[in-house]
């Protein structure tokens, strides 16, 4: 299947330090998603992206859709203990279909006090 | 509000036992999905269902089987469990055929032994 290359794999940092992370694909995807698992519970929705190049704000996190449709990145800025957790990159392939979303790998954030 | 509900949450097989995985959505969504997510692979598409009726292979079919009920509910099952199928299990639906906002259950997480 398709693979999205979601980098980077975990991220150590402080309290409050702003955090980037970021997928590529060698696909063209449509749709771009960021997903945030908590510990024992399911995926949830944080940012859906639908244009090339748009970029769009949640609160303290932003994600943008890259240019080339190849490409997504999410911003956590000033983080706090809660945004523990592993983000996942989404995409949903060019055309669309039933089949669902290819994910990311995975990005495991953790904040040292 | 329930959302997308599985059950159970655990459970432990014997290696050549069978079991179905349980999940409903209240959210009068059109498709389903059923994952897998293994340490370091992040979240592969194992069958989907775009609508009531139908289903479809994902990435990763073999060993398992499908029944979209109705349009609440689709099982997923076990026929002869292999350690190699221990996992924690995500069902997901969605509103769109092309699993945009895919909106996930709390997982089952599967040990075969």
């Known amino acids: 299947g398709q693979q999205l290359n979601q980098s980077p794999q975990s991220m150590f940092i402080q309290e409050g330090e702003d955090v980037s992370m970021n997928c590529t694909s060698s696909s063209i995807f449509n749709t771009w998603l960021w997903y945030k698992q908590d510990p024992g519970e399911g995926p949830v929705l944080l940012i859906a992206l639908y244009k090339a190049g748009e970029l769009t704000s949640n609160g303290r996190l932003t994600a943008q859709f890259g240019i080339t449709r190849k490409d997504s990145f999410l911003n956590i800025s000033a983080s706090i203990p809660s945004d523990v957790g592993i983000y996942f990159c989404?995409?949903?392939?060019?055309?669309?279909?039933?089949?669902?979303?290819?994910f990311g790998k995975g990005t495991h954030l953790i904040i040292q006090p | 509000n329930a959302g997308v509900t599985q059950t159970p949450k655990f459970q432990v097989l014997k290696t050549g036992q069978s079991m179905t995985l349980q999940c409903a959505q209240d959210?009068?969504?059109?498709?389903m999905y059923w994952y897998r997510q293994d340490p370091g692979m992040g979240l592969r598409l194992i069958y989907y269902s775009a609508s009531e009726g139908t289903t479809d292979k994902g990435e990763v079919p073999n060993g398992y089987n499908v029944s979209r009920l109705n349009k609440r509910e689709f099982s997923l099952r076990l026929e002869s469990a292999a350690p190699s199928q221990t996992s924690v299990y995500f069902c997901?639906?969605?509103?769109?055929?092309?699993?945009?906002?895919?909106?996930f259950g709390q997982g089952t997480r599967l040990t075969v032994v």
């Open positions: 989404a995409g949903l392939k060019s055309g669309g279909g039933a089949d669902g979303l290819t």
């Open positions: 997901a639906s969605s509103e769109t055929r092309g699993g945009t906002e895919a909106f």
């Open positions: 959210m009068n969504h059109n498709s």
